[in-house]
């Protein structure tokens, strides 16, 4: 047992750190946050010249880390310093996806995401599937040798900037089974692909995708036919390990805030931290973020575990992290009082990150159900 | 013990449910429905209707012209009113400002501003809070200083909503910087249009522009606008609490608001079955609406005792703080049952130029959600509260 960080992955935290704490202030965020993109082209290439990108993949993939415990640091100093930038959009899914179906001519885009030159976004939730990973109503037909595809795509998130777009559609099988999906590379541009953009409460954006008749050659297609489920989850297992850890770093700066501002903020002649009833609360956040750190380090540790065992370890940290992030993010404002309510505050922006990022990949009950199905099914004895 | 209501509460619930079919027009209901938010005019229009039918003043004395309901009977009307997505009563002048007016104001200012409320002549906004005074309410620090006929007044409210549209403020002003806090303090009404006045929108973390920061630069107000005297602002500020505190629980939100849930769940698809069907979601629903059966009737227990001649005490600090964990809970619930759909930013929405993203039950849920953390920390916060309820019981054993 080792519970320390390699000295790549300290120097790789440290460098992040330090460039997020001077160049990504809450002044720098607001502005972002405001911004008709919704993130900073100059933050997203300087990032990729630090090796952000590159760190969140192998070195057989162009990169020079790519483990769970990467991605993790990775994110938790994304998430500390609240960060709107689509990593894991452009790289974690889009570039992950392309590393493990691309063929030789796919692969050079992955070279471009990783320099920072490219964007991309996974197009798979659909208006009826919520988290429902296998459900996928578009559909992708035949036709004079192209494949076709039809139907719609919900909160895209990144898909504005995505200069292709990563596409799930059916291709065999009923509504919500396994077998039968297929990803495809999509140009944006592509006729048929009509994006309604808009804002995210959290900062950032995304889009709902109709394809209409969209045609494509055969080499748009990522893998093989129909049996794309099993890279697709694969790629959210490490998204879900980064969402932990980004909520975890989130939480490490919510609680860095309110405790400042119990330190300094008077009432009734003293410092609201020497009310012992808020002193009980504070600890309580301290206590249960050490328990979400473990379960960020659960998860990171088993996203190379077989799949059965890897689910059921991220399903576990992000339940847990999803009930310890509503706390925590509540608690924060409700320790601050009304001043946590203003939109310019910090704690604003990093508790909206904390609770929605509920909403992306799963919510907390939707990892409790499937932590149930992959650990008490009478066969799992 | 009798949980039915008497024919004349059954009488009087069909008559407030016959108005609001009648008279609450669609397009404002739907805004509410949709959480959109409200303009001035849209206020102004709802008050309008009601003031017609003589119950804009719901809880004023029938001598001021007012409707005198019981508390029973403004409970039935907010729930109901609540049910029918018809917007808040904005409650600064009408149920703010007018009992402390009526009780403590000279007869030159009744005669003069509360039918000004009644007709929407006013729009009022309260200022009491400062960036140093919050749950300290006492230590308030803008001045008043006498000046011949007039006060001078320099100092900073803070949070005050909707002040944008307001026309002028009740304030707590410091007049005896040297007398015991709670005995140096004034109640002073203040014209905002008055020279010295500068206002600033906060914008709270929903994107919403719902209250603002007012700095006074030596504002002249007149004397006349002291009301009661000099002074003894506090004890009058702790009686407009007590009114502020009569729909505290907020029950009529809290049963619109699962009602709302529950139809998003019904909707919603998880797996291809309804959500209401999936026993995580359905346990957090239940256990809610559990809470709010019980919650209920604690709050007419404790309303019609207080119209029996009790006063509600420390029972209105206990329906504060159940009443606000309740009603986040199912702002929670809203925001989880929309799913993804919970993330679009609803600026767009918010306006009501813009079909929603998603289905528009979901429109703003989370919003709504980030704004209402906002119910455990104003009107007394929950810790405040919590202090009050302990001390009663505890005494000086504490
Ligand atoms: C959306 C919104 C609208 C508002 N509208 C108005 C308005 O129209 N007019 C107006 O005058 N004011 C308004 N307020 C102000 C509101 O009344 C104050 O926010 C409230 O009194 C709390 O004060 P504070 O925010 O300064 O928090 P603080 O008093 O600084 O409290 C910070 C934290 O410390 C806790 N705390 C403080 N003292 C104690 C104690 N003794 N024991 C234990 N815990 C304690 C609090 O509960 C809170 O958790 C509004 C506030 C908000 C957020």
Redesign the interface.
Same mark, same amino acid.
């Given at each position: 047992m080792n519970f320390e960080l390699t000295e790549e992955r300290r120097m790789l935290q440290d460098t992040l750190r330090r460039f997020l704490s001077k160049r990504y202030d809450t002044e720098t965020r607001n502005a972002i946050l405001d911004s008709e993109s919704g993130f900073s082209p100059d933050i997203w290439s300087d990032l990729a010249d630090l090796g952000i990108i590159g760190a969140l993949f192998t070195e057989a993939q162009g990169g020079f880390g790519g483990a769970g415990f990467d991605i993790a640091v990775v994110f938790e100093e994304l998430g500390r310093a609240g960060v709107v930038e689509p990593f894991l959009d452009s790289a974690v899914l889009g570039g992950g996806l392309i590393a493990a179906l691309g063929d030789t001519d796919q692969q050079a885009l992955l070279a471009e995401v990783i320099a920072g030159h490219a964007h991309l976004a996974l197009a798979h939730g659909e208006p009826a599937s919520r988290y429902d990973l296998s459900r996928v109503e578009t559909s992708a037909g035949f036709e004079d040798d192209k494949i076709v595809l039809n139907g719609r795509k919900a909160v895209v998130v990144n898909a504005e900037a995505a200069g292709h777009l990563i596409v799930t559609a059916r291709e065999s099988g009923d509504v919500d089974d396994e077998t039968g999906i297929s990803l495809f590379l999509v140009p944006a541009d592509t006729a048929g692909v009509t994006l309604r953009g808009y804002p995210m409460l959290a900062g950032g954006r995304a889009a709902e995708i109709t394809l209409e008749d969209v045609r494509l050659p055969p080499s748009a297609r990522l893998g093989t036919a129909g049996a794309g489920f099993a890279a697709l989850s694969d790629r959210v297992a490490a998204a879900n390990v980064a969402l932990a850890a980004e909520v975890l770093g989130a939480m490490e700066t919510a609680v860095a805030l309110t405790r400042d501002y119990m330190l300094t903020r008077k009432q009734f002649g003293r410092p609201i931290a020497s009310f012992q009833a808020l002193q009980h609360r504070f600890a309580d956040l301290l206590i249960e973020l050490e328990q979400a750190r473990s379960a960020v380090i659960n998860a990171a540790g088993h996203l190379a575990a077989a799949p059965h065992e890897r689910d059921r370890q991220i399903a576990a940290a992000r339940n847990l992290i999803g009930r310890i992030g509503r706390l925590v993010a509540e608690e924060s404002i409700q320790l601050h009082g009304g001043i946590a309510m203003t939109q310019e505050y910090e704690l604003a922006h990093i508790a909206k990150r904390i609770v929605m990022s509920d909403h992306r990949l799963g919510d907390t009950d939707t990892h409790l159900e499937r932590f149930i199905a992959l650990s008490y099914a009478q066969d799992a004895r | 013990m009798d949980l039915t209501y008497s024919d004349e509460e059954r009488a009087f619930r069909d008559e407030v449910r016959a108005f609001l079919r009648d008279k609450l027009p669609d397009a404002l209901s739907e805004k509410v429905r949709r959480r959109q938010e409200l303009s001035k005019d849209d206020h102004e229009r709802w008050h309008a209707i009601l003031n017609e039918r003589g119950w804009l003043a719901q809880n004023w004395p029938r001598a001021f012209g007012g409707a005198e309901w019981n508390a029973v009977q403004r409970h039935i009307f907010e729930e109901e009113a609540a049910a029918a997505n018809a917007p808040r009563i904005v409650p600064f002048g009408v149920a703010m400002l007018a009992p402390v007016l009526q009780k403590f104001g000279s007869k030159a200012q009744q005669d003069h501003y509360l039918p000004r409320i009644l007709n929407g002549d006013d729009w009022w906004c309260q200022g009491y809070?400062e960036p140093?005074a919050?749950?300290?309410l006492a230590?308030l620090n803008t001045r008043a200083v006498r000046q011949g006929d007039h006060y001078i007044v320099n100092g900073q409210k803070?949070?005050t909503t909707l002040g944008q549209h307001a026309n002028r403020i009740f304030c707590l002003v410091r007049t005896d910087p040297d007398a015991k806090q709670q005995e140096g303090i004034s109640f002073l009404l203040i014209d905002m249009d008055s020279p010295g006045i500068e206002m600033r929108p906060?914008?709270?973390?929903?994107?919403s522009p719902e209250v603002n920061e007012i700095f006074f630069n030596d504002v002249r107000v007149p004397f006349e606008n002291l009301v009661g005297e000099e002074n003894k602002g506090w004890t009058y500020a702790k009686y407009l609490l007590t009114h502020e505190r009569t729909n505290i629980a907020g029950v009529g939100f809290a049963l619109a608001g699962l009602e709302s849930v529950k139809r998003m769940a019904y909707a919603?698809? !998880?797996?291809?079955r309804a959500l209401i069907e999936?026993p995580?979601?359905a346990a !957090?629903l239940a256990q809610v609406e559990i809470d709010l059966m019980a919650m209920e009737t604690t709050n007419l227990r404790i309303i019609s005792a207080a119209a029996a001649g009790q006063a509600p005490g420390v029972e209105s600090s206990m329906l504060k703080v159940k009443g606000t964990i309740i009603r986040?809970e199912i702002n929670?619930l809203a925001?989880?049952a929309?799913?993804?759909?919970?993330?679009?930013?609803?600026? $767009?929405a918010l306006a009501g130029d813009n079909d929603p993203?998603?289905p528009d039950y979901g429109d703003a849920v989370? $919003?709504t959600?980030?704004n209402n953390?906002?119910l455990?920390?104003?009107g007394g916060?929950?810790?405040i509260q !919590?202090?009050i309820i302990a001390k009663a019981k505890l005494g000086g054993g504490a």
């Open positions: - | 809070s140093g919050g749950s300290d230590s803070t949070w906060i914008v709270l973390l929903d994107g919603e698809r !998880r797996n291809g999936n995580h979601f !957090r986040q929670d925001r989880r929309a799913g993804p759909y919970a993330l679009p930013f609803p600026s $767009a993203v998603g989370a $919003a959600y980030f953390r906002k455990s920390i104003y916060s929950n810790e !919590r202090g």
